[in-house]
């Protein structure tokens, strides 16, 4: 490893790791080429596997030694620092062993994704990046092959949303879309059924959906709060809710994605 041991937090060398809340992070202007902050040795493992290259690693002395495996073969700097330096220049309590800096990776074309796939999640307009994680996991845990997300939707690598999914945003193919005309007619070309899985009078319960799936399903649902927009609706081919109790008319997306995936595995 080649280590470079800071005590200063005004250091221009952890640019990339300075003041990392949630808000900021959705702000920061990324340089070219893209970046990511991964948190904890296990996702930082977890990203390397993917195929992602780290900038730089951030690190405390306690946990430096743990690290000797992981990034024994990168070349990148790993930041050794104060306990006092990593909080100030993160603006959290750093205490999940390492942050890295991370090159994002390009994107791949929709129809790359979707060749092999027989189940897809669609994430639409989600703007809390917990949500997305989660979504995430739960694609990865139960059986989704694919997941994409809209213009608008917040990101899968953010901070929060890779912790959230413990990683498998690096597992599960992904990829963001500019214009839904365009993600339909490549969905319809290449076979999927829409599944709008939202609140509607003429709604399909999940489990009647489920015992019936076509060959091929893209799984979409909505933002928190509003949930799908006209041009989804529109576009689905089933609307499809999930049957609730106690008089509490629907889950939090994420739940829903999971309940929705479980039920759709066959």
Not at 19 to 29: E, G, M, S, Y
Request: hydrophobic share 50%; with cysteine.
């Amino acid at each position: 490893m080649h280590i470079e041991h800071v005590a200063n937090a005004a250091d221009p060398r952890l640019a990339d790791y300075r003041n990392l809340t949630d808000t900021a992070l959705r702000r920061v202007q990324e340089p070219a080429g893209g970046l990511y902050i991964a948190e904890s040795a296990k996702v930082i493992e977890r990203a390397i596997a993917a195929g992602h290259a780290p900038r730089s690693v951030l690190t405390q002395q306690r946990w430096l030694a743990g690290l000797e495996r992981l990034l024994g073969g990168i070349d990148a700097p790993v930041y050794v620092v104060p306990d006092s330096v990593a909080e100030e220049v993160t603006g959290f309590a750093v205490h999940r062993g390492a942050l890295a800096s991370m090159h994002r990776p390009g994107q791949p074309r929709l129809g790359d994704i979707l060749r092999d796939a027989r189940t897809v999640l669609v994430l639409e307009d989600l703007i809390e990046h917990t949500n997305v994680g989660a979504a995430f996991r739960a694609a990865a845990g139960l059986g989704a092959d694919a997941v994409i997300v809209t213009a608008r939707c917040a990101d899968p690598l953010y901070r929060r949303s890779v912790k959230v999914s413990m990683g498998t945003v690096f597992q599960v193919p992904w990829t963001r879309i500019d214009d839904w005309d365009d993600a339909l007619r490549t969905l319809r070309e290449s076979g999927f059924e829409l599944a709008a899985l939202a609140l509607s009078d003429d709604a399909v319960p999940l489990d009647a959906y489920a015992a019936a799936r076509p060959e091929r399903v893209a799984l979409v649902l909505g933002t928190e709060g509003d949930g799908l927009s006209r041009t989804a609706l529109d576009a689905a081919d089933a609307v499809v809710t999930i049957p609730m109790r106690g008089g509490v008319d629907s889950l939090n997306v994420a739940s829903a994605a999971a309940v929705a995936l479980w039920a759709l595995m066959s």
